[in-house]
């Protein structure tokens, strides 16, 4: 039966939620702000509904986005990542107006939110866990109870937002006189951000890698897991660069991860599409960090290696239908890459380079390459809303025939306006320690020499080559 899904998202994920609805035959409904009222999902959509002036606010806003699905007769609503993606609130809303939310439910979303919660359930269900405290005690009380922990534990600490998220809300903290400074200003921040001051410890783990695995879950007792993904390379707690399946060689590890994660996901009840996210230290311990309840941005590295489309199974579990495969069905090939192609000046600390406008844009393509994007030639880039442009995935047969791959596509890729991690990719991809595979969570902080390039030089070449290809053919008509 023909159904209404309206996305409540923007930008890349709107766009690839849109394309699966579409796909399955149903009709797709965009949402924007007037600063997007130029973006590609309003356009690719079969109905879009402006929300409001914003900027991020009307996106936000639970109220419009519900009356927005009723006034289109939307009978789903997909969060896409990010802004209301994991907020129990906004789930809730829907089950009340009886539309269907495509993710877990809100009861499920409102437990994994509460990291302290999260680690109560996965305690229970015997999922190994890097030591950590309850939620701390308000004023002295409280602080008393982070030092007695950092007394047994010994520093370094990582102070934590009990409702944070996407990298934001995390602390670390080396001593005594730091960790009483930091609690309260943890709080403020917290509070400002998640609306939520609750703040927990956790012994930090030293450089591990950030291996996380992909599960689906059915409502008819089905939980699979589709292999790992490696999301090490990091720029302040947050995904730069993000590999599948995971470059470990122990593949007895690994396959007791992903054993650990379906187990994780059925102790939470868990439905839909999720992440299961894990560290692991030197010694190849593994210890749970939490449950993402909903589709990542990552997600494309999965698809590329398994052929699974993830947004397109999340729909059909959502309408009450079975997973079409067992476990025994998932099979990883090969090695996928994706690499978060931003406007940001990465020599800048990464700083964004909203407000400008691409004034010349060529993609790469060819066997084994994806985009998942929404910026073309003219677009101005808006200064209000994250700086993701276009992730770029490649796939290959083997490792190096895949990082191959990648610099091919980088290296062709052109984007002029802003700056962007093109160029910063490119000396990544070369660096000797990347092509082994070898790398943690300290990646960019040990290899300071991925910052010395000459990002402008790069671009001015590939323009002026593009500008002279554009020349020869005015001058040649017939030219091959």
Avoid at 18 to 31: F, K, P, S, Y
Avoid at 103 to 131: E, N, T, Y
Avoid at 283 to 307: A, C, L, P, S
Wanted: glycine share 8%; hydrophobic share 40%.
């Amino acid at each position: 039966m023909k159904k209404k899904v309206l996305v409540a998202n923007r930008g890349e994920i709107a766009l690839r939620i849109i394309r699966a609805i579409q796909e399955l035959g149903h009709t797709a409904v965009a949402v924007y702000e007037t600063p997007d009222n130029e973006s590609l999902p309003i356009r690719i959509a079969d109905e879009a509904i402006w929300l409001g002036d914003g900027p991020r606010c009307d996106y936000l806003n639970i109220d419009k986005v519900i009356a927005a699905a009723k006034k289109t007769g939307a009978d789903a609503i997909h969060p896409g990542y990010g802004f209301l993606a994991e907020n129990p609130a906004f789930a809730k809303a829907c089950e009340d107006a009886g539309i269907i939310f495509v993710g877990p439910s809100s009861d499920v979303i409102q437990k994994l939110g509460d990291k302290v919660m999260a680690r109560k359930i996965m305690h229970d269900a015997d999922i190994p866990m890097v030591p950590g405290t309850q939620n701390l005690s308000a004023g002295d009380a409280g602080v008393d109870e982070a030092l007695a922990f950092a007394k047994k534990y010994d520093y370094p600490l990582m102070l934590k937002a009990t409702a944070g998220g996407g990298g934001r809300g995390i602390r670390r903290i080396e001593n005594d006189d730091q960790m009483t400074e930091e609690i309260p200003a943890a709080r403020a921040e917290s509070q400002a951000a998640f609306n939520n001051d609750n703040v927990y410890l956790e012994k930090l783990v030293i450089n591990p890698k950030h291996v996380e695995v992909q599960v689906m879950a059915d409502n008819f007792g089905s939980t699979v897991h589709l292999g790992t993904r490696d999301c090490s390379i990091q720029r302040r707690n947050q995904k730069l660069v993000e590999i599948a399946p995971s470059l470990i060689e122990d593949q007895g590890l690994l396959d007791k991860i992903c054993e650990t994660a379906v187990k994780a996901a059925k102790a939470a009840n868990y439905t839909n599409a999720g992440t299961v996210e894990f560290l692991i230290d030197k010694d190849m311990n593994y210890y749970f960090m939490e449950i993402n309840t909903r589709v990542q941005v990552e997600h494309t590295v999965t698809e590329m290696v398994t052929g699974i489309d993830i947004v397109r199974t999340q729909l059909k579990i959502a309408f009450g239908m079975k997973l079409a495969f067992a476990q025994d069905d998932v099979q990883i090939r090969g090695h996928a890459i994706e690499m978060r192609i931003n406007a940001e000046d990465p020599q800048n600390n990464f700083m964004p380079e909203g407000g400008k406008t691409v004034s010349v844009y060529r993609s790469p393509g060819g066997y084994g390459v994806r985009l998942d994007g929404f910026v073309y030639q003219g677009f101005t880039i808006p200064e209000v809303y994250d700086s993701l442009l276009v992730k770029l995935t490649v796939h290959g047969f083997t490792w190096s025939e895949t990082v191959d791959r990648l610099r091919r596509c980088l290296t062709n890729y052109v984007i002029v306006g802003p700056k962007t991690t093109i160029p910063f990719y490119l000396k990544l991809i070369n660096d000797p320690d990347f092509q082994k595979g070898d790398f943690d969570t300290s990646f960019l902080e040990t290899h300071t020499h991925l910052m010395e390039y000459e990002e402008q030089a790069t671009e001015v070449n590939k323009l002026a080559r593009l500008i002279a290809e554009i020349h020869h053919k005015k001058e040649n008509p017939y030219a091959i």
